[in-house]
């Protein structure tokens, strides 16, 4: 019987689609992965020593912390420090730095930032404290999203009138488009986010594909499903016969999650978005519809952005769109690291620094 | 350090705690014994052989499944001296209550304490109380200073990693940080995951017994697994490779990890140990602490290497490789 778990990390299975993949791959070719979870999956689980020299992985812009411009991070800093403000956060946004500080750092200065594993718990913490503005600075693509407008909904029913989000959320597929002008046809196929898939479906791709007509596979993060995905690229690639292939029936439908898109929908209206190093991308964000302007913190408090200052030196920008892999960059591993990112990348453990940081082998490291 | 103000990645156990340590402290303080850097510092008064190490606890929640603040400081201390190879003798132990503090959780956590100190057979001989304003501390605090005897022919230390020698493991890891994560966040997991807080002293005397080929004890705290493997290869300057495999997790521990992104070679672990052995009493050794109760689920994980020195190098489960770093900072669970 099918767990749906073992099977998926089977080594016999691996070493099967490695040896098919061998077998097909003769074309030269770069394969962008374009979710930060299948990026640090392939790297814990060695996917990259064990494929063709023929065949690179780039990995692309879906960790969404590191998409997150930096004026955005500045707004959730600027945030945190208000009077009677609670911040609360998700843990990978902690350490982001902003052009003058991180929520960290503001946390060691005694600025209340309490980190939460769920928009609920930040909704909680606004009900337990009616005197303090509980501010959540929305962060994530379509996977997180509908979490957000849940909350949003919850609140406004219950009419708890001290909760704020900062919406900073982002949208895939228009980031598909833009990366297609961007990269220059370095892209010659795509692995496709689980996460998000299993919202939006496999629909949600389909006017990209229309559009461009490059090889696709949407799949999960154990290793038999990115080398299965890898695998349905490759041979779309060898044999001239683009799709959108669904490598992860388990979790994905055609149609998605259209409870939680809704949700999303009744919430939010796109917008304009910022990405970190791919600039703006038309209809790629999401703002709070002005029905629910009342928990909207970018209308409620007055933020002060510092200056901007340019990271001299960071390669951000050309490493989320996979024309740099990080040991290009000047900064890697020198003046940039973990503990003292220069950029997101290499904060959050699923942005492609950081996971190059802690598990690629380099020469003479 | 950049930083101007501690953070608290200084505490996580992994690379800026590491860095804390080397810069401010090691200098500072120089001494012969201090610069070994292992869990305690060994040295002779006549004709004997001593082991002093000290740790303070500051866990939130103070009582979690599986333990509490107590057992964890007998345990912590009476360990880091049996990684040195001592036999733990005396413990002292220090409170800092917070004003407001329950009694009867007092009650509980000194309870504890007795009845840890019981098991490894050692006895709390000195102490100390201070209470401080509500506020000035959270709730409890203590820390325990232990000493112990090292027997003759014992000679234990991070350094003494070589090739060849094998490295293992004394059973599941990432247990008690993923009770304390559960516990202190609140979430709602169905299979209760409990604490392995445990005096390793008797396992350790057991190894010992059985073996003189016994290189380097460690236990895998703050930091975890990862860390503590890494931090071996750079006092050894050899390198280590380990089998993705063979490393134990229980299957509730890694489904808490896959949740929240963490990686279970750098949770803490509380009742573990690692060792390098001589290769060819490894089977030997591994077979004495499997017949213990604290070592049942033991296991070889991997070996020590010429190649790559001052690194960890992990063979995956699809037959890949990557490095396994020291944990940069305390794991932040992801977004997505």
């Known amino acids: ?365 | 350090m950049k930083n101007d103000k501690i953070l608290i990645d200084h505490g996580s156990g992994g690379k800026l705690s590491h860095d804390l340590v080397q810069q401010m402290i090691l200098p500072v303080f120089d001494n012969s014994l201090l610069s070994r850097q292992d869990d305690g510092a060994v040295f002779q008064i006549g004709e004997d052989r001593f082991a002093f190490s000290t740790d303070t606890f500051v866990v939130t929640p103070l009582f979690f499944p599986g333990g509490n603040i107590g057992e964890l400081a007998v345990n912590g201390t009476v360990n880091d001296l049996a990684m040195c190879g001592a036999t733990p003798l005396f413990l002292s132990a220090g409170f800092i209550i917070e004003e407001g503090f329950s009694i009867t959780d007092l009650e509980k956590v000194i309870s504890a304490m007795k009845k840890a100190a019981d098991v490894a057979g050692v006895a709390i001989v000195t102490g100390d109380t201070k209470v401080v304003p509500i506020g000035a501390a959270d709730q409890l605090f203590i820390n325990t200073s232990g000493i112990g005897r090292v027997p003759d022919h014992v000679n234990i230390s991070g350094r003494h990693a070589m090739p060849g020698d094998k490295i293992i493991v004394s059973g599941t890891i990432g247990d008690h940080a993923a009770a304390i994560l559960i516990k202190r966040e609140g979430l709602p997991f169905e299979t209760p995951i409990l604490s392995d807080t445990a005096s390793l002293n008797h396992l350790v005397k057991k190894m010992l017994d059985a073996s003189d080929g016994i290189h380097v004890l460690r236990d895998p705290t703050r930091g975890g697994l990862g860390t503590t493997l890494n931090e071996i290869a750079i006092q050894s300057n050899t390198g280590i490779l380990i089998s993705e495999d063979r490393i134990p997790v229980k299957k509730s521990v890694s489904g808490i990890c896959g949740l929240l992104g963490f990686d279970p070679m750098y949770l803490a672990n509380e009742g573990k140990l690692v060792a390098v052995v001589r290769k060819d009493d490894a089977e030997q050794i591994l077979q004495v602490m499997k017949n213990d109760s604290l070592g049942k689920d033991a296991c070889i994980i991997g070996e020590v290497v010429s190649d790559y020195p001052g690194k960890v190098m992990m063979t995956t489960h699809i037959g890949g490789t990557r490095f396994v770093d020291m944990l940069t900072g305390e794991q932040l669970p992801r977004i997505c």
């Open chain 1, 1 to 365: 019987m099918m767990t749906f778990f073992k099977e998926f990390k089977d080594r016999d299975l691996a070493v099967h689609f490695i040896e098919k993949i061998k077998t097909v791959s003769r074309k030269k070719i770069r394969l962008m992965e374009v979710c930060g979870t299948h990026t640090v999956s392939i790297f814990k689980s060695g996917i990259r020593s064990v494929l063709p020299d023929t065949i690179s992985l780039i990995s692309g812009p879906g960790c969404p912390v590191c998409v997150t411009s930096q004026e955005e991070i500045d707004a959730f800093i600027s945030l945190s420090r208000l009077d009677n403000v609670i911040l609360t956060t998700f843990g990978d946004l902690i350490r982001v730095p902003g052009t003058e500080s991180s929520l960290q750092e503001e946390k060691a200065k005694g600025v209340d930032v309490r980190m939460v594993y769920s928009t609920s718990d930040a909704l909680l913490i606004a009900k337990k404290n009616p005197d303090k503005h509980v501010v959540f600075p929305g962060v994530g693509f379509e996977t997180t999203a509908p979490t957000v407008a849940a909350a949003i909904l919850s609140a406004a029913r219950l009419k708890v009138s001290n909760f704020y989000v900062y919406s900073a959320h982002k949208l895939v597929p228009p980031a598909l488009t833009a990366l297609m002008a961007l990269s220059s046809g370095n892209i010659d196929g795509f692995i496709l986010p689980g996460h998000v898939s299993v919202m939006i479906g496999t629909d949600g791709y389909r006017p990209f594909f229309d559009t461009f007509k490059l090889p696709c596979a949407i799949t999960g993060f154990e290793p038999v499903d990115i080398l299965r995905a890898v695998l349905a690229v490759v041979t779309q690639i060898e044999y001239g016969k683009p799709s959108l292939f669904n490598a992860y029936e388990r979790a994905v439908r055609i149609e998605g999650n259209p409870k939680a898109m809704s949700l999303m929908a009744r919430v939010f209206e796109k917008k304009d978005a910022l990405w970190r190093g791919i600039g703006k991308i038309p209809e790629s964000g999401l703002a709070i519809r002005e029905e629910f302007s009342a928990f909207d913190a970018a209308n409620r408090f007055q933020i002060i952005l510092p200056e901007k200052k340019d990271h001299n030196g960071c390669a951000c920008g050309e490493i989320l769109i996979g024309n740099k892999t990080p040991p290009e960059c000047p900064l890697f591993r020198k003046a940039c690291t973990p503990l003292h990112p220069f950029g997101p990348c290499m904060v959050s453990t699923e942005g492609t620094c950081s996971a190059y940081y802690r598990y690629h082998k380099e020469p003479g490291n």
